[in-house]
């Protein structure tokens, strides 16, 4: 049965022996469905419209002249393109094709020109009545595996796939075009998938790879007997979904088709040789059908160095096309194999951790110590008004340029920020941040602007191969704030809730980073996070903002490995940043700490605390490593420990995994010998 019986994707395809519709002549437009294309390609000023032969142009003075894929300044913005071919839908345009077909269309298309400057691709799907089923096949294929914005195109048949991603320069193989700059892709809005366009970088770098497989030499396809007579080969050459153009070359007028047919005779002898050799394999055969055309009954048409070197050039051309076939088949099992393995699988993947692993991991790790853990889930919810997108960014800007947080040493890192609230509002935060503690750091700082919703079945994924390719090695994502993250959910649902922890999970896990959520706090202050509790018990660390006039304070509400009494005052105070147009003042505001001597003293104080147990402990493992053969006694002797004293701390450092006791041999793990060596 064929594929396309079970994926209604691609309209069922005549083979080339059928009876096939006549295409119709003349094309017209839909400008209803334009409202369809996605907003991120009409907020771009690189449109044009096209008539009938299909054409860029742009309108100079209420004329459509010629446009140029390279050069901007023949463009329009999306509006004035599509009010130019509005005002033009009644009138038809005609061009005669190279084949001496003329083609008319009612009113104008617009269409989008692809550029170097812009982070889209166009994957050009060309599907016509003769195309094999092995190429709709693999068009089916890659439309499901893309699973982005997708419209049919003019003709209906075929399809452009919208993704972002850049490959440089186009490629095209068969059915298959891809294109990112100099090109210009008419847009219809006739959707096939309305889904938002899709950051499909790794898929287009894998189908480019296989796009631009080396060719290779090809041999000839052999002499084979004839199957079938003249008359049948020619019923099917005369019917074929290319019957036109092979009509054309068939009845070809040597003094005066020569532009009608678009090739000069060599070209069209080879043209109507291919067509033809698509039918028999026989070569004798090949040469009297030849013979009985127009183009066949020249002088040269009989020449036997000519005829040979005509037919080996179409059965070469019959080799390379089947290779190119199987380089199609290929990159659709490709896409296919990627496909089903999102499917699970039938392996058991619960799988038990060794406890010596366990006790074997390093310390953890920390972006403000004792506060904000390095990996895992953290929040900073708040009521409105109470500067928690203020604080947020001064935490962050701390981080990207490793300096002191509140008195409180920061691990340096890139970060990344998705802003989903206070977008207007940003500019004025990074001026006032900048004139009152410096540079902001800019090549450590991500920054989106970016419709995300934790909702959407590829958003998390999209945003993680972003962060991927624009900031490797990102410590810390941001998402300002969750519930526009979850635009729609319940947040009182646990099944709801559960959803969104599993994003966010994926999200650190993927990136090996600290997922950091602004989130909103109860209608009282101090009634906690809003929303099911699941969130406070997935999160590692939680931070309280709260607020009593001018003073506002953090503290943390709860921390899975960290200390659970630290807490912090600061305020918002106001940076004037100059008068608007109207003369109004321009103001926004930067975090001040309210320095609390003592708090900091007593945070310091543990970190002193926790040092010092941690030199003691390289001490006794210094020892041990560097007297193996010893006794437990003598350890003791030299460490001036009595001998209980030299068990327990032997026991100790057995429980922490920097030692291992086997009988009465004691050896130093890899963590102890990393600790000894810091």
């Known amino acids: 049965m064929n594929s396309l019986n079970h994926t209604p994707i691609l309209p069922q395809q005549t083979t080339q022996g059928s009876q096939a519709p006549q295409q119709t002549s003349v094309i017209i437009n839909d400008s209803n469905l334009w409202a369809n294309l996605p907003n991120e390609l009409k907020e771009r000023p690189q449109w044009v419209v096209s008539g009938a032969s299909k054409a860029p142009l742009y309108v100079v003075d209420g004329y459509a002249v010629p446009a140029k894929s390279n050069d901007p300044t023949t463009w329009m ?3 004035d393109a599509c009010t130019f ?100 892709i008419i847009c219809t809005g006739n959707t096939l998938k309305s889904e938002p366009i899709k950051y ?15 060719k290779g030499k090809f041999e000839p396809l052999p002499d084979q007997p004839q199957i079938e007579s003249d008359d049948s080969i020619m019923e099917k050459a005369w019917n074929a979904g290319n019957k036109e153009k092979f009509q054309a070359l068939w009845f070809a007028d040597l003094d005066n088709d020569s532009e009608a047919i678009g090739l000069d005779h060599s070209q069209a002898d080879l043209s109507l040789i291919q067509m033809l050799a698509f039918y028999t394999n026989n070569n004798d055969q090949l040469i009297r059908l030849w013979h009985k055309s127009n183009l066949g009954k020249r002088i040269k048409a009989n020449r036997k160095d000519y005829i040979e070197s005509t037919i080996r050039k179409a059965r070469q051309n019959q080799a390379h096309d089947e290779y190119e076939a199987n380089i199609g088949k290929k990159i659709a099992d490709n896409l296919l194999a990627r496909y089903n393995a999102q499917k699970p699988i039938g392996i058991n993947k619960f799988i038990p951790t060794n406890l010596l692993d366990v006790m074997n991991r390093p310390p953890m790790e920390w972006f403000v110590q004792g506060v904000l853990p390095k990996k895992g889930l953290a929040t900073i919810y708040g009521l409105p008004a109470t500067g928690k997108s203020f604080l947020m960014l001064d935490l962050l800007f701390a981080i990207c340029k490793g300096e002191e947080w509140f008195g409180m040493k920061t691990k340096q890192s890139k970060v990344a920020y998705i802003n989903l609230e206070d977008i207007h509002g940003m500019g ?26 934790f909702k959407e079945k590829d958003h998390v994924e999209e945003l993680i191969n972003s962060i991927k390719e624009y900031a490797p090695n990102c410590g810390l994502v941001c998402i300002d704030t969750l519930a526009q993250s979850a635009n729609g959910i319940d947040e ?19 990136l090996n980073c600290l997922v950091l959520i602004v989130h909103h706090s109860g209608k009282i202050q101090g009634s906690g996070m809003r929303g099911h509790s699941s969130l406070l018990g997935a999160v590692d660390c939680a931070i309280e903002i709260s607020s009593n006039g001018s003073t506002k304070k953090w503290n943390i509400a709860k921390s899975k490995n960290g200390a659970n009494d630290i807490e912090r005052q600061f305020h918002l105070e106001p940076i004037p940043l100059g ?54 006694k003598d350890w003791a002797v030299l460490l001036a420990f009595s001998p209980d004293k030299m068990s327990r701390k032997k026991n100790s450092l057995i429980e922490k995994g920097y030692l291992t006791e086997n009988g009465k041999t004691v050896t130093l793990t890899p963590k102890g010998l990393d600790l000894i060596k810091i």
């Not at 499909?200 to 497989?213: A, E, P, T, Y």
């Not at 009182?492 to 993927?510: A, Q």
């Not at 941690?614 to 490593?625: F, W």
């Open 85 to 184: 071919a509005w005002n033009n839908r009644g009138r038809v345009t005609s061009h005669t094709d190279k084949h001496g077909i003329e083609v008319k269309q009612q009113g104008y298309s617009i269409g989008y020109m692809l550029s170097a400057e812009d982070p889209f691709t166009c994957i050009d799907l060309d599907i016509k009545a003769d195309t094999p089923q092995e190429q709709c096949d693999r068009a089916s294929s890659i439309i499901k595996t893309l699973n982005s914005y997708t419209e049919y195109s003019q003709s209906g048949k075929g399809f452009h796939i919208w993704v972002y991603g850049n490959i440089g320069k186009g490629l095209r193989r068969d059915n298959v075009e891809i294109y990112s700059q100099e090109r210009f």
């Open 492 to 510: 009182n649902s646990s099944t709801d809730m559960g959803m969104v922890i599993g994003k966010l999970k994926k999200l650190s896990s993927e």
């Open 579 to 632: 008068m608007d147009e109207d003369g109004n003042p321009i103001s926004s505001a930067v975090v001040t700490p309210v320095i609390d001597i003592q708090a900091m003293n007593n945070h310091n104080k543990i970190l002193e605390d926790q040092n010092e147990d941690v030199n003691k402990d390289k001490c006794i493992l210094q020892v041990i490593h560097e007297n193996p053969a010893s006794l437990q």
């Open 428 to 453: 004025n935060r990074l001026h006032a941040y900048q004139e009152r503690k410096g540079l902001i750091p800019d090549n450590d700082f991500l920054y989106y602007e970016i419709s995300l919703n």
């Open 77 to 79: 913005n999306f509006n």
């Open 200 to 214: 499909k970088k790794d898929i287009l770098d894998n189908m480019v790879s296989q796009l631009q497989d080396e």
